[in-house]
């Protein structure tokens, strides 16, 4: 999942940033409305989080301007006001749900997650492909029964190859969805992370899930083959 955060106090955006990408979500930070409008301009986002006032264009703006465009990604408002006519306006402007600040990260991330669920591309709780099988909402992967640890990074990229099985996914698209604006796309980190996931979920079996697709990426199979 990849996730747009609008945050003009740094310390605040760095925070939620570091909350997000604790669990598993690809974050871009952007300091100001302008930048958060560039970042859209060019990337698929599963959610944003918009500050309600920050340089412009605010937090208000931006939901009526994507709104106006067709966007129906979720939004979350954050803001330091708490007078029910400012929730109102952010709230018929287009904006999903909002959070008053000074906020508890754990509310922040059921906020997220019930946000996520109700997005239009509906949110499986749970994912399977052959023995494999992922709890969402638990944050658990087990193979035929058994549960294997797997890292944020592991977590996300798995997630993201389970909601695309029998997909041919290629390095340039998980990248884009399971990293944020500034991942290096000259490292080799995607083959390194595919590898380790076949370790946990593949093992020596002769049957797989994760495949490679020479010169395409890669697929993970409904059944092991």
């Known amino acids: 999942m990849k996730i747009l955060l609008a945050e003009d106090d740094p310390d605040l955006g760095v925070a939620v940033s570091e909350v997000l990408r604790d669990e598993s979500y690809a974050v871009d930070h952007a300091p100001d409305g302008s930048t958060a409008a560039e970042f859209a301009s060019y990337n698929d986002y599963d959610l944003a989080i918009l500050d309600y006032q920050m340089p412009p264009p605010t937090g208000v703006e931006l939901v009526r301007l994507w709104r106006g465009e067709g966007k129906t990604l979720p939004i979350l408002m954050l803001t330091a006001r708490s007078a029910i006519e400012d929730r109102v306006t952010g709230l018929d402007a287009g904006a999903d749900d909002y959070l008053t600040k000074p906020f508890d990260f754990s509310e922040l991330l059921a906020r997220v997650r019930s946000l996520l669920r109700r997005r239009e591309k509906s949110v ?15 944050r ?61 979920i593949d093992g020596d079996r002769p049957d797989r899930l994760i495949h490679t697709v020479k010169g395409a990426g890669y697929r993970l199979s409904q059944e092991r083959c």
């Open 124 to 138: 499986q709780a749970a994912l399977t492909a052959g023995d494999l099988q992922m709890d969402r909402a638990a």
């Open 140 to 200: 658990l992967v087990t193979v035929a029964g058994s549960p294997i640890e797997l890292s944020p990074k592991e977590f996300a990229l798995l997630e993201y190859l389970l909601s695309h099985v029998d997909q041919v996914i290629s390095r340039s698209e998980i990248e884009e969805h399971v990293w944020d604006s500034s991942f290096d796309s000259l490292t080799n980190i995607v083959d390194v992370l595919i590898h380790r996931l076949r370790k946990k």
